[in-house]
């Protein structure tokens, strides 16, 4: 049960007290916490306790909404040098250094294998072999598997996309490279269940 108080309040004293009489009546014996919880809830009109406490806890959410969320600026002079490592028609000529370009390389790497697909270890190696220069598919396979952006099984014969949401400047790199001429169409960044 939740330890924060819960304002409680009736229209009518009196209706609250023949409610808790007459269920006091009906039941013989003594009365746990619980028990006396869903009496009073009932007497001011809810179902049980459990509907009481939804219902405030709606009413809360109502009345003071979360702040919204902060907007998250793009560093376009970022986005360009990070752009570097992709050639005229966006595959990948070279793997960054910095870790923080790395992870967004993954990410454009990551809109171009279609969601909600199973692929084998050959199939992801030779999506991600199309994609760039260097001619090491299973870095790129085991980096997206390491930051969350793809799952494979511990056998490593299936490998699925992770849908969720790319950050800002990820997402600008992509809209960046897919104005080239000849550029792949990205897959459909999908929004997350829930």
Not at 32 to 46: F, K, T
Request: aromatic letters at 8%; charged letters at 25%.
């Amino acid at each position: 049960m939740s330890k924060n108080a819960m304002p409680f309040q009736v229209a009518d004293i009196s209706s609250l007290a023949r409610s808790l009489k007459q269920q006091l009546s009906d039941q013989p014996g003594s009365f746990g916490h619980v028990s006396l919880l869903n009496m009073l809830a009932r007497g001011a009109g809810y179902r049980n306790f459990q509907h009481f406490r939804a219902q405030m806890a709606a009413h809360d959410k109502l009345e003071n909404p979360a702040p919204p969320a902060p907007v998250v600026e793009v560093d376009y002079a970022r986005v360009r040098r990070i752009a570097r490592h992709f050639d005229a028609k966006g595959l990948l000529v070279r793997w960054p250094p910095k870790f923080n370009e790395q992870q967004v390389v993954l990410w454009v790497l990551w809109s171009r294998i279609p969601a909600r697909q199973s692929f084998t270890e050959r199939q992801i190696s030779d999506r991600l072999r199309a994609e760039h220069h260097f001619g090491d598919p299973a870095l790129l396979r085991r980096e997206m598997v390491e930051q969350g952006l793809m799952s494979r099984t511990l056998d490593c014969r299936d490998y699925r996309r992770l849908e969720r949401q790319p950050p800002p400047d990820a997402l600008a790199l992509m809209r960046f490279l897919s104005k080239r001429p000849g550029m792949p169409v990205f897959a459909p960044v999908e929004q997350p269940a829930g």
